[in-house]
DNA sequence: TTTACTTATACGCATTGACGAATATATTGG
DNA sequence: CCAATATATTCGTCAATGCGTATAAGTAAA
């Protein structure tokens, strides 16, 4: 519970699971649509995973992130709370609004040119060779 | 809301936010349940004020403190799911129960004789000379 | 005002966590 | 195997935090 709290007592932290909110992304459009470098980007991915917030799915070179619930019920409540409250913060609409925009062309942004696009969650059409982590 | 997330990733100001749960509450009390140092409890308590979490009464010598609602709908809603979560926790269950032990005979533990007993929140009663803090 | 009592804060220390830079690991394609 | 790409981890540094001890601040009563 400890740990579940301080997952989410970080900025930076936050941001990401804004923009998973209920897509599965892959790192380099979080550091791009953050603008971070992309050490710590995954610093911050491999807490949350830790802490059982999110899973991660390698498909090639990529590592595809997504929010996962907490098998406890409070933790899961809160859990979704949060992610409400994200988004009706200022800071983290225009964090999704940058997320759509990439989405909608990669090609503008030169870091994202063969990169995977998020994937809408449940969206269940195996491409392939993708292998489960943690 | 990243101070918010903060001040609740502490095992000891979740133990301290449980037993305020629907009470105002003496740092006596908090001392004697938790069994903690007083500076400890002290330093937490001040920690979730500087939060905007809880807030203080003075009562002569002793400080009351009570649980309040952040004017913020998101915060508000997390925290009331967060104090929900802390009542189905075996070990939050246990400070529970030892505090109605505790406000049914304080006389029972010698720290708490003469101090004033929780108070249910709502409970308007002014007891006299009481200063709010913060 | 002196004393006792309750609570808050200052101090020193140890731990944790965040960061950038550099480097390691994993995968793909030549 | 080698090079290129994507991601993870390590390292050194610095700020934040938690703790116990000691002490300060506020209040009530003698």
Not at 23 to 29: D, H, N
Not at 77 to 106: F, G, H, I, Y
């Amino acid at each position: 519970m400890e740990l579940f709290f301080q997952a989410l007592g970080d900025q930076t932290r936050l941001r990401l699971l804004n923009l998973m909110g209920d897509q599965e992304i892959c790192v380099c459009y979080f550091v791009e649509i953050l603008q971070q470098g992309q050490p710590k980007i995954s610093r911050h991915l491999a807490y949350l995973r830790r802490a059982g917030i999110v899973q991660a799915r390698r498909e090639g070179k990529w590592m595809h992130y997504r929010i996962v619930m907490p098998p406890n019920i409070g933790a899961a409540q809160v859990l979704r709370q949060t992610l409400d409250w994200l988004k009706d913060e200022r800071a983290m609409q225009a964090d999704r609004a940058r997320l759509n925009k990439a989405c909608c062309s990669p090609a503008r942004f030169n870091a994202l040119a063969g990169a995977p696009k998020p994937i809408p969650v449940g969206c269940t059409s195996d491409c392939g060779s993708t292998i489960e982590v943690n």
